[in-house]
C-alpha cells in the first residue's frame, strides 16, 4: 500500500448518511483493485458528542470531535465530507475549500440557490475536488441506460417518466425531524427525494428548459419527540406530545421540457403508501424504449423498436462484469448489488478525481443546477404556471 496515495477523510455528520459512506470508503479499496487512493478514516465530527464517539469506534475512525471547525482547519486532513442536515452544508463546504480540501457533500446541495452559488465559486476559487452525492447516477443499469442512450439504441429520446417514491412520512405520529422543516432541509419531497430523480434524468438526456409543477403538504403539523430517527421514532408514545408545524412540500408533481425537444411527466413523494424506496425511470425514444426500477437494482429493460412484430417485447439485463462497474464486483451477472454497493462506485469515482485519474461522479456545479430545478419547480407552484430554466 502506497503511504503517499492516503486521503485523510475529515466526516462532518454522525448520521445515517455517514454509516453509508464509511461501508463505501472501507469497501472501495476491497472492489476497486488496487485503489487510485487510500481513503482514512481520521475524524468525525457531530455537535453530539456521544453520536461522535460511536461513529468513530462503530466506523473506525482514528478520533472524532464536535467542533467542524477545528476538522476543517486541521492540516492532516486532505477531504471534507458532509453528511450532515442541508442547512450546515453551505458554512462547512465554503470554509473548507478556503482551507484548500476537497469536498464531498450529500444532495441537495444547499438550502437555498445563493448559498449553492457560493459553495461552487468557494471549490472553484480554491481549484479543489468537488463532488455532490447523487450516487444513482452509478447504479450499473443507469449508467449503461446513458450508454445506450448515447450509442443512439434508442434513437432521439421523446418522452420520459421517472419517479422517487417512499412512504415513510404517512403516519401523522412520525415525529418533527429535519427532513419536515424548511430552515433545515429547504424544502421536503422535492430536494430530497424528487432532486435525485430530477438529477437522473438530467445525466441520461440533458438540461432541461422549463417546469410545471404542484406540489402538497399533506400533514401540516407534527408531534416534538425526542428520539426522532429517519422513519420513525424509538417505541415513544407521541399521543399526547406537543405538535409543531411542518414547512415543506410532502409530494410534488411535474411536467419539463428538456433541451433535446423531450417532454417528461415525474412525481415525487413520502406518502406514496406500498413503496418504501423506488426510484424509476422510462425513456421513450425512436428507436426503442429503456425502463429502470431500483426494485431490481441490477436489471434494466431494453425494448429494441425494430424486433420483429411477434418477439416484441421488453428484454431483461442482468448487469454483470461485462457493464458499467461490473468487472469490479462479482463474476457472474445477476448476483445482486446493494445500496453501500452504489455509494462505494461513487466514491471510486471521488477518489479517481482526487488522484487525477478520473472525475467525480457529480461536480457542485450539477449540484447547483439540480437546486435551479428545484426551485423553478416551487415558483411554478405557486404562479400555478411554466417557469423557465438557464
Ligand atoms: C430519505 O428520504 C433518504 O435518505 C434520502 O435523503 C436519500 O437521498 C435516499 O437515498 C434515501 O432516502
Redesign the pocket.
Given at each position: 500500500v502506497d503511504k503517499s496515495r492516503d486521503i485523510n477523510i475529515g466526516m462532518i455528520g454522525a448520521g445515517?448518511?455517514t454509516k453509508l459512506h464509511s461501508i463505501a470508503y472501507r469497501n472501495y479499496p476491497v472492489y476497486f483493485f488496487p485503489p487510485a487512493a487510500n481513503p482514512v478514516l481520521h475524524t468525525v465530527c457531530d455537535l453530539v458528542s456521544d453520536l461522535a464517539e460511536t461513529a468513530a469506534l462503530r466506523y473506525g475512525y482514528r478520533q472524532h470531535a464536535t467542533e467542524w471547525q477545528a476538522v476543517v482547519d486541521d492540516p492532516a486532513i486532505d477531504l471534507i465530507d458532509i453528511t450532515t442536515p442541508n442547512y450546515a452544508h453551505a458554512d462547512v463546504a465554503i470554509a473548507a475549500a478556503r482551507r484548500g480540501k476537497h469536498v464531498y457533500c450529500?444532495?441537495p446541495l444547499a438550502n437555498t440557490l445563493v448559498e449553492a452559488r457560493a459553495m461552487l465559486s468557494a471549490v472553484e476559487d480554491a481549484g479543489v475536488v468537488h463532488a455532490v452525492?447523487y450516487?444513482?447516477r452509478r447504479v450499473p443499469a443507469v449508467a449503461f441506460a446513458r450508454e445506450l442512450i448515447t450509442r443512439g439504441a434508442i434513437g432521439d429520446i421523446y418522452n420520459v417518466r421517472a419517479e422517487y417514491l417512499?412512504d415513510?412520512a404517512i403516519d401523522p405520529q412520525v415525529p418533527m425531524e429535519w427532513?419536515f422543516d424548511a430552515q433545515r432541509a429547504g424544502t421536503g419531497a422535492i430536494g430530497?427525494?424528487g432532486s435525485?430523480a430530477i438529477d437522473l434524468i438530467r445525466f441520461l438526456i440533458g438540461e432541461y428548459t422549463a417546469v410545471f409543477a404542484t406540489h402538497e403538504r399533506h400533514v401540516r403539523e407534527r408531534p416534538v419527540s425526542q428520539s426522532a430517527v429517519?422513519g420513525g421514532a424509538r417505541a415513544e408514545d407521541l399521543t399526547s406530545a406537543p405538535r409543531v408545524p411542518v414547512t415543506v412540500d410532502d409530494s410534488v408533481e411535474f411536467i419539463a421540457r428538456f433541451a433535446c425537444g423531450a417532454t417528461g411527466m415525474f412525481q415525487a413523494s413520502?406518502f406514496a403508501y406500498g413503496n418504501k424506496?423506488t426510484?424509476g425511470f422510462e425513456i421513450f425514444g425512436s428507436r426503442g424504449a429503456i425502463r429502470f426500477s431500483n426494485d431490481r437494482l441490477w436489471e434494466l429493460q431494453y425494448y429494441q423498436g425494430d424486433d420483429p412484430a411477434d418477439l416484441q417485447g421488453y428484454r431483461t439485463l442482468k448487469m454483470g462484469p461485462n457493464h458499467p462497474y461490473g468487472a469490479a464486483f462479482w463474476p457472474i451477472a445477476d448476483l445482486g448489488l446493494g445500496?453501500a454497493d452504489i455509494k462505494t462506485i461513487e466514491i471510486s469515482h471521488l477518489m479517481e478525481a482526487i488522484a487525477g485519474s478520473g472525475s467525480v461522479n457529480a461536480t457542485f456545479t450539477d449540484g447547483v443546477k439540480a437546486i435551479e430545478i428545484c426551485d423553478a419547480i416551487v415558483r411554478s407552484a405557486e404562479i400555478g404556471g411554466w417557469v423557465g430554466i438557464g
Amino acid at each position: 500500500v502506497d503511504k503517499s496515495r492516503d486521503i485523510n477523510i475529515g466526516m462532518i455528520g454522525a448520521g445515517f448518511m455517514t454509516k453509508l459512506h464509511s461501508i463505501a470508503y472501507r469497501n472501495y479499496p476491497v472492489y476497486f483493485f488496487p485503489p487510485a487512493a487510500n481513503p482514512v478514516l481520521h475524524t468525525v465530527c457531530d455537535l453530539v458528542s456521544d453520536l461522535a464517539e460511536t461513529a468513530a469506534l462503530r466506523y473506525g475512525y482514528r478520533q472524532h470531535a464536535t467542533e467542524w471547525q477545528a476538522v476543517v482547519d486541521d492540516p492532516a486532513i486532505d477531504l471534507i465530507d458532509i453528511t450532515t442536515p442541508n442547512y450546515a452544508h453551505a458554512d462547512v463546504a465554503i470554509a473548507a475549500a478556503r482551507r484548500g480540501k476537497h469536498v464531498y457533500c450529500e444532495k441537495p446541495l444547499a438550502n437555498t440557490l445563493v448559498e449553492a452559488r457560493a459553495m461552487l465559486s468557494a471549490v472553484e476559487d480554491a481549484g479543489v475536488v468537488h463532488a455532490v452525492g447523487y450516487n444513482n447516477r452509478r447504479v450499473p443499469a443507469v449508467a449503461f441506460a446513458r450508454e445506450l442512450i448515447t450509442r443512439g439504441a434508442i434513437g432521439d429520446i421523446y418522452n420520459v417518466r421517472a419517479e422517487y417514491l417512499q412512504d415513510w412520512a404517512i403516519d401523522p405520529q412520525v415525529p418533527m425531524e429535519w427532513r419536515f422543516d424548511a430552515q433545515r432541509a429547504g424544502t421536503g419531497a422535492i430536494g430530497d427525494i424528487g432532486s435525485h430523480a430530477i438529477d437522473l434524468i438530467r445525466f441520461l438526456i440533458g438540461e432541461y428548459t422549463a417546469v410545471f409543477a404542484t406540489h402538497e403538504r399533506h400533514v401540516r403539523e407534527r408531534p416534538v419527540s425526542q428520539s426522532a430517527v429517519l422513519g420513525g421514532a424509538r417505541a415513544e408514545d407521541l399521543t399526547s406530545a406537543p405538535r409543531v408545524p411542518v414547512t415543506v412540500d410532502d409530494s410534488v408533481e411535474f411536467i419539463a421540457r428538456f433541451a433535446c425537444g423531450a417532454t417528461g411527466m415525474f412525481q415525487a413523494s413520502r406518502f406514496a403508501y406500498g413503496n418504501k424506496n423506488t426510484l424509476g425511470f422510462e425513456i421513450f425514444g425512436s428507436r426503442g424504449a429503456i425502463r429502470f426500477s431500483n426494485d431490481r437494482l441490477w436489471e434494466l429493460q431494453y425494448y429494441q423498436g425494430d424486433d420483429p412484430a411477434d418477439l416484441q417485447g421488453y428484454r431483461t439485463l442482468k448487469m454483470g462484469p461485462n457493464h458499467p462497474y461490473g468487472a469490479a464486483f462479482w463474476p457472474i451477472a445477476d448476483l445482486g448489488l446493494g445500496y453501500a454497493d452504489i455509494k462505494t462506485i461513487e466514491i471510486s469515482h471521488l477518489m479517481e478525481a482526487i488522484a487525477g485519474s478520473g472525475s467525480v461522479n457529480a461536480t457542485f456545479t450539477d449540484g447547483v443546477k439540480a437546486i435551479e430545478i428545484c426551485d423553478a419547480i416551487v415558483r411554478s407552484a405557486e404562479i400555478g404556471g411554466w417557469v423557465g430554466i438557464g
